[in-house]
């Protein structure tokens, strides 16, 4: 979006501005601004919660492929509007954060989100636009899916009419407290932005670490060939088919272009900078000028428009029966309806507003039949509050590019780590659990106090070691055990006295059964057994992510021996590039690799990193599963919606032509064509033994309806 529109004012922000410079001294603006951002960091902090409760709630993954029924298909995009949403709030939150820091404040955000529920957002004005109850009072509860909560969230985003009055901490709409903070912004200088001098950018949130979609914010829009694959990067898009691929129908809830200045995620040195971030967060919410979409392209709805849409849907909708806003106006009812009948199949009953101590007291018809929940509710809690805390250590960590082991890898390590791969199969596993009365459970998101920050991993830490003598411990043995070996300790940048050392740089439930229906006959009979060891390796060969490229004849999961299945003994393969499979160590996701070029890329990550499958530096900078399934395709980047594994084995065919000149890059091996790479019903054994291969994501498009 264009610098100049978010620099301008309108006629209510210039009749501010002119009080503002007549009534304050510039200290007095300056302390004001800040103070103003640490409420919008709280702002978006608290819409969090909120949101990812709810997205939980939706099973996404319930069926899949051929299997989707229209349940399933609203269900996946509902969710993948949700999530989409909250991805965007954490770039807000991360934006006004940088803008604080920048001046040479020091956002806060653990213990600081609202509670307890149903709560109303920070220094929101009691009242608002009339909903379905008739109500007026703005108080957002915890609750599952329904068409009463989207109105809530409706409430949260809905837009400000044009020319609206700025408003401090009293606001009625979150745009016209931002108007009030890009008034502030006007009055002070770029000097109150470059407080921390010319290193002080690098200790922001850099625009590295953002991508605006994922496998979760994606969602399929009609059946598909779970065995369907996705075209490479410069084909030409097939022509719809009678069965698609996963690819083909895919949706993308978030456009690249919806931001001002360079970058949706910016680092700020300068008064536009500042005006810029502010201009994203006020754009993607509630949108602009009465807009129903956020970016150039018209490719991605704001976030009001998102849950109007998806009210719309709804059977109950009925905008006489709702204040909506004139603009953007507001959609006609989409048919077919979705009914309470469809939700039912696709929504687990969370309570409202659910707490720990809630677990144990209530729900239960029988007392004798309760379970203590506590543990694993106090555990989540921590959980999320430690993210909190790791989120404030990322201000303490410098950035040395995307490809160092600076703030990239504490990001990856840290933040992806324990959101993607603890807090969301955590939060999953829940809904497993029935507390009685028909209800499941659901994580609560209290501020449990983990106590000082620099004692916060120890609490934590003392938290998962309670759930061990729990009857449900088995369940959740694998993620907490994840949780204990990969959360970092940021206590060092904590402690009061002493200078902070660097830190090292060294699978939620399928109710369906992945790629059903298997083809018949096998297509892969006379191609060897996918192997499940790696064998004997060349020596000093370096490992990769999948079929096709390795870098030297031998070197594939085989090994020297060759595989030795099939009508005729296979020998080994005989050059780079002719390699089966993969070497690197399985892993199912996004930071999960142990080393590097063993990132398969795709389902996480960003444009960047999945523009360079299988390239990534090190451990923990790798972009989802290896091996690279050929029904995978990328949720970013110049490769979205495209094959993985071509884009893998074009970046490979260029790497190593540049290191062997005048030499040529071997094919891959019969029957898998050069442009294809291992399909998952062959890794997977005939769709049989399927722990061969997993991948990521709620949304049951991550490869062959795959999940982990």
């Known amino acids: 979006m264009s610098n100049v529109t ?41 819409t969090i919660p909120i949101y990812l409760y709810t997205y939980y709630s939706i099973q996404r993954n319930r069926r899949s492929a051929e299997q989707i029924t229209p349940a399933d298909l609203f269900a996946n995009k509902a969710g993948g509007f949700i999530m989409s949403v909250a991805v965007e709030e954490m770039l807000h939150m991360s934006l006004s954060s940088n803008i604080l820091f920048s ?8 213990l600081n989100s609202p509670g307890p529920y149903p709560t109303p957002l920070p220094y929101h004005r009691e009242h608002g636009p009339v909903g379905p109850d008739g109500r007026r009072k703005v108080l957002i509860p915890l609750s599952k899916f329904s068409y009463e909560q989207l109105w809530h969230f409706l409430q949260i985003e809905y837009p400000e009419i044009n020319d609206a009055m700025p408003e401090d901490r009293n606001w009625e709409t979150i745009g016209q407290f931002y108007s009030y903070i890009r008034c502030l912004i006007y009055c002070v200088d770029d000097a109150d932005f470059q407080v921390r001098g010319v290193d002080g950018v ?12 994922n496998i979760d914010t994606a969602y399929p829009t009609k059946k598909f060939d779970s065995w369907g694959i996705p075209p490479a990067q410069g084909a030409p898009t097939p022509a719809p088919a009678a069965s698609p691929s996963a690819a083909q129908v895919t949706a993308f809830s978030n456009a690249p272009d919806s931001h001002h200045g360079k970058q949706q995620l910016i680092t700020v040195n300068s008064k536009a900078d500042a005006f810029n971030a502010i201009a994203t967060i006020c754009d993607q919410g509630e949108g602009a000028q009465g807009r129903r979409t956020d970016d150039p392209s018209r490719a991605e709805l704001t976030h009001y428009y998102k ?43 969370f309570p409202d507003n659910p707490t720990t101590a809630s677990y144990l007291k209530a729900y239960y018809e029988d007392p004798k039949s309760r379970t203590n929940y506590r543990e694993l509710s106090d555990l989540v809690n921590g959980i999320y509050q430690y993210m909190l805390i790791l989120t404030e250590t990322i201000f303490k960590v410098a950035d040395t590019g995307p490809d160092g082991g600076g703030q990239k890898l504490y990001f990856n390590k840290s933040l992806h780590q324990t959101m993607i791969w603890i807090l969301d199969k955590l939060a999953q596993k829940m809904r497993s659990y029935s507390l009685g009365n028909g209800f499941v459970v659901a994580p609560t998101f209290e501020n449990i106090d983990l106590g000082p920050r620099q004692e916060a991993y120890a609490n934590l830490m003392a938290l998962a070691s309670a759930t061990q003598n729990t009857p449900y411990y088995s369940g959740i043995k694998y993620y907490i055990d994840e949780f204990v070996k990969n959360v970092p300790d940021v206590s060092q940048y904590w402690a009061p006295t002493t200078q902070a050392a660097p830190i090292a740089t060294s699978a939620g439930m399928c109710s369906y059964k992945p790629g059903e229906p298997v083809p018949v006959p096998y297509p892969y009979a006379t191609a ?6 790696i064998g004997c390796q060349p020596h000093g060969l370096p490992l990769h992510a999948c ?5 030297c004849g031998a070197s594939d999961r085989f090994g020297l021996a060759g595989p030795a299945d099939g009508p005729n003994p296979y ?42 499958p299988g390239q990534n530096d090190c451990k923990a900078l790798g972009s989802c599963a290896t091996p690279i399934n050929a029904e995978r395709f990328s949720t970013n980047g110049p490769n979205q919606g495209k094959s993985v594994w071509a884009r893998a084995r074009e970046v490979f065919k260029e790497s190593w ?8 890059l071997g094919p891959v091996p019969e029957p898998f064509k050069d442009t294809v790479g291992p399909p998952y019903l062959w890794i997977s054994d005939d769709n049989k033994k399927r722990d061969n291969m997993t991948a990521c994501g709620a949304s049951g498009l991550s490869g062959a309806g795959g999940c982990a």
């Open 657 to 664: 032509e540049k290191q062997n000149p005048g030499q040529t």
């Open 571 to 612: 020998k080994p393969n005989q050059c780079a590039g002719q390699g089966y499979c993969s070497t690197a160590v399985d892993h199912t996701c996004h930071v999960k690799n142990d080393c590097s070029h063993q990132g398969g890329c795709g389902l996480y990550g960003t444009a960047e990193e999945l523009d360079k």
């Open 202 to 213: 690098k200790y922001q949130i850099q625009p590295y670490n953002y991508s605006p979609n």
């Open 307 to 349: 849950f109007l849409s998806l009210q719309a849907q709804l059977e109950q909708y009925n905008p006489k029966q709702e204040q909506l806003a004139k603009l953007p106006p507001p959609p006609p009812p989409i048919k077919p309806a979705v009914t309470d009948n469809m939700l039912s199949l696709v929504v687990a009953n």
């Open 547 to 551: 079929m096709g490229l390795n870098s």
């Open 103 to 110: 001046m040479g404040g020091d956002p806060q955000l653990y």
């Open 6 to 46: 978010a620099l301008s004012l309108t006629p209510a922000e210039e009749a501010l501005v002119k009080q503002l410079q007549a009534t304050l001294s510039h200290d007095q603006l300056v302390q004001e601004l800040k103070e103003n951002l640490q409420t919008a960091i709280q702002i978006e902090l608290a």
């Open 528 to 533: 060897p057994t996918w192997p499940a060891k």
